[in-house]
């Protein structure tokens, strides 16, 4: 037996699955580093909070800018095309443009650090949001993540959760890092619908092809996602 967040958890089984107790019924944000990662490791988790109707919203921690060398010097027109992906990804996953994504802007492989005032407008902000939505749960990268942006976004996750305290649960999804293997309880959702995650995939076409020039790009092996998410909250006792 252990506690998630104050909530007890009793067997490995009812812990499993996201439409279980205690875990059904809690407001999800999802904090994602970039646009893309919001669909590799938490589109389940969106299209399904969604049909729940306990869905409260994405939040991009950075602008993206920094994917393409070659944009580098001009990225305005990058973090345009983005944010319209992100905005189109965040539909298809949803089935409705009543979503639209909060971005926090900050620049691409140079977050803020925790203590500096960046970093705290960030939990500002994310806070607010939380109040405003009703919002009991943060899913965001994992900390372990190699990216330092994909850490960082899981630095500002468990400060809100500092600050707001109550009920508040970080859950943590893994895209480059393996799975933690200690210290964690694993929750996983239901499988999506067939085709839907690569559907939202294809709306970041900057990530898919050669248009932006020398850069990072999706490889083939992401676009062939498993049907579920998993996630990673720390035990607490």
Not at 97 to 122: I, M, N, Y
Not at 124 to 150: Q, Y
Not at 151 to 179: F, P, Q
């Amino acid at each position: 037996m252990g506690r998630w967040g104050g909530l007890v958890v009793r067997t490995a089984r009812a812990s499993a699955q996201m439409a279980a107790r205690p875990w059904r019924g809690r407001r999800w944000l999802v904090l994602a580093p970039h646009p893309d990662d919001e669909t590799l490791g938490a589109g389940a988790l969106i299209a399904q909070s969604c049909r729940s109707r306990t869905f409260a919203g994405l939040v991009y921690l950075t602008d993206g800018s920094g994917s393409h060398p070659a944009t580098w010097g001009r990225p305005r027109r990058l973090v345009a095309v983005r944010a319209r992906e992100g905005a189109l990804a965040l539909a298809r996953l949803t089935g409705s443009r009543q979503w639209t994504p909060v971005h926090l802007g900050w620049k691409d492989a140079h977050p803020f650090t925790c203590g500096s005032a960046g970093f705290e407008r960030g939990v500002r902000k994310v806070s607010v949001l939380c109040r405003r939505s009703l919002v009991d749960a943060i899913a965001v990268t994992a900390a372990h993540e190699p990216h330092c942006d994909h850490s960082a976004a899981a630095e500002l996750a468990y400060a809100v959760k500092a600050r707001l305290g109550g009920r508040l649960v970080v859950a943590e999804y893994c895209i480059w890092a393996d799975a933690p293997k200690r210290r964690f309880h694993a929750l996983r959702t239901a499988p999506m619908r067939q085709g839907l995650r690569r559907w939202a995939l294809s709306s970041h076409r900057s990530q898919l092809s050669g248009a932006y020039g020398r850069g990072f790009r999706l490889s083939r092996h992401r676009m062939r996602p498993t049907p579920h998410d998993t996630f990673y909250v720390r035990r607490t006792a």
